[in-house]
């Protein structure tokens, strides 16, 4: 089973940047498509970006040209989220997961870290 570590959170104003970072340990899933979510209060988490073993990305409209998705597979890998130009309406608590596939609608496989939150003030 893979353990999830996310970090990089805070609060910060509109405009601002921020860099999440996910450790993934306990098995390897280096080629493995790995996927940021988010959940606002009140809302249902959701996919913001994924990227496969091999690089490709897709992201979210909101996010789009905004945000970068990025992995390190060197050792254990690590996710990381590149957050540029963030909105109030970013505010939500980031997870970090694996896919089930590439596919769109791909379901996450493994239990959810504490994810990390990040608040974006107007």
């Known amino acids: 089973q893979v353990q999830l570590v996310e970090s990089g959170g805070g609060l910060v104003q509109a405009g601002d940047s921020l860099r999440l970072s996910c450790e993934m340990s306990?098995?390897?899933?280096?080629?493995?498509?790995l996927g940021w979510y988010r959940q606002a209060p009140g809302k249902q988490r959701e996919l913001v970006a994924r990227?496969?073993?091999?690089?490709?990305?897709?992201y979210a409209e909101s996010v789009k040209g905004r945000f970068t998705i990025s992995r390190d597979d060197a050792m254990n890998t690590i996710l990381y989220l590149q957050m540029n130009s963030l909105k109030p309406e970013d505010t939500a608590v980031y997870y970090c997961n694996v896919l089930r596939g590439w596919y769109s609608g791909a379901p996450p496989t493994g239990n959810w870290g504490q994810g990390t939150q990040v608040t974006v003030s107007s």
């Open positions: 990227i496969s073993g091999r690089g490709s990305t897709v």
């Open positions: 306990g098995r390897t899933v280096s080629s493995n498509t």
